[in-house]
């Protein structure tokens, strides 16, 4: 019987097995391994899987499994919670924390490790689209998109907490608006001009999760823009009008309580130097028989 050996990290509720995937441990075939370690009645229980393995343009390489098996491009929860079990071994120490950088599907991601605060600069977003209107089991929504390494679709609600998460979210997710991919769902409701609260149903893990990084970068980023544009209706309401210059801070509340801090610029027609900052720990290490 095979042991592979693992640890348990978890980043704002988003929870993961890093497993350091070494030729010496090599998991050769990880989508039926991920879906037995993810269960969380008979495995090791999560949100995903994070294979970490050598790179030649970065510190170290990550995959990203999600609890179905299928492997993402990007997980910015994910890229925080590798950052902090990696620091130790490979990371550029300074009295500012540690630096580091992350091969991923999507691009390099930066990293900084500060303790337990992690935060990581994400690749530009892009494909950013606004008024989608859909029809969700007979209900008209009006939905946002943007690709933060992974497609987002975005729905501004009230009473957040009443929402029905699972059942909308995965309708829309499912939708052939979206199709072939699909998408994740952020339901998100304004607390004040720099606060959001975001609920997330992520597509892989298909069902809501208390957490997702990329997807509070997603929704900070076109609610900062959707904001600006609003203060300066004479220019319009999309990012390509709303030429305005700043650095913009959104204050992200998860479904798990934490609070993700996400910066970024907005220039014009483009929005860059995306930052997803928060808090992370490991939570235990074990070994999983094959």
């Given at each position: 019987?095979?042991?592979?050996k693992?640890t348990?990290v978890?980043?704002?509720g988003?929870?993961?097995?890093?497993i350091?995937?070494?030729?010496?441990?090599?998991?050769?075939?990880?989508?039926?391994?991920v879906k037995n370690i993810c269960d969380?009645?008979?495995?090791?229980?999560?949100d995903?899987v994070?294979?970490?393995?050598?790179s030649k343009?970065?510190?170290?390489?990550?995959?990203?499994?999600n609890?179905d098996?299928s492997?993402?491009?990007?997980c910015?929860n994910g890229?925080?919670?590798a950052?902090?079990?990696?620091s130790?071994?490979?990371?550029?120490r300074?009295?500012h924390g540690?630096?580091?950088r992350i091969?991923t599907?999507a691009?390099?991601?930066?990293?900084?490790?500060?303790?337990?605060?992690?935060?990581?600069?994400?690749?530009?977003?892009k494909?950013y689209?606004?008024?989608i209107?859909?029809?969700?089991?007979?209900?008209?929504?009006?939905?946002?998109f943007?690709?933060?390494g992974?497609?987002?679709?975005?729905?501004?609600?009230q009473?957040?907490e009443?929402i029905?998460?699972?059942?909308?979210?995965?309708g829309?997710?499912?939708?052939k608006?979206?199709?072939?991919?699909?998408?994740?769902?952020?339901?998100?409701?304004t607390?004040?001009n720099?606060?959001?609260?975001?609920?997330?149903?992520?597509?892989?893990?298909e069902?809501?999760?208390?957490?997702?990084?990329t997807?509070?970068?997603a929704s900070?980023i076109?609610?900062g823009?959707q904001l600006?544009?609003?203060?300066?209706?004479?220019?319009?309401p999309?990012?390509?009008?709303a030429?305005?210059?700043?650095?913009?801070?959104?204050?992200?509340?998860?479904?798990?309580g934490?609070?993700?801090?996400?910066?970024?610029?907005k220039?014009a027609d483009?929005?860059?130097d995306?930052?997803?900052e928060?808090?992370?720990r490991?939570?235990y290490?074990?070994?999983?028989y094959?």
């Open positions: 019987m095979k042991k592979i693992f348990k978890v980043a704002s988003n929870d993961f097995v890093v350091d995937n070494s030729p010496q441990s090599a998991v050769r075939s990880p989508q039926l391994l969380r009645k008979f495995g090791v229980g999560a995903g994070l294979l970490l393995e050598k343009r970065a510190d170290f390489r990550m995959r990203i499994f609890a098996g492997e993402a491009d990007m910015g890229a925080r919670s950052a902090l079990y990696h130790p071994q490979s990371a550029v300074s009295p540690s630096r580091l091969e599907k691009g390099i991601i930066e990293a900084e490790v500060l303790k337990d605060n992690v935060k990581i600069r994400l690749t530009d977003p494909e689209q606004e008024k209107s859909l029809v969700i089991n007979g209900r008209k929504l009006r939905v946002s943007i690709n933060t992974v497609p987002h679709a975005i729905v501004f609600v009473g957040i009443q029905d998460a699972v059942n909308i979210g995965k829309i997710r499912y939708h608006y979206f199709s072939p991919m699909g998408t994740n769902v952020n339901f998100v409701e607390v004040n720099n606060t959001i609260k975001v609920r997330t149903y992520e597509r892989g893990v069902d809501e999760t208390l957490a997702c990084g997807g509070s970068a900070a076109v609610f823009c600006s544009a609003g203060q300066k209706a004479a220019v319009g999309s990012i390509a009008q030429a305005v210059s700043c650095r913009q801070k959104i204050n992200v509340i998860t479904q798990g934490e609070t993700l801090k996400v910066c970024f610029n220039e483009r929005i860059s995306v930052w997803l928060g808090k992370v490991i939570v290490g074990g070994e999983y094959v």
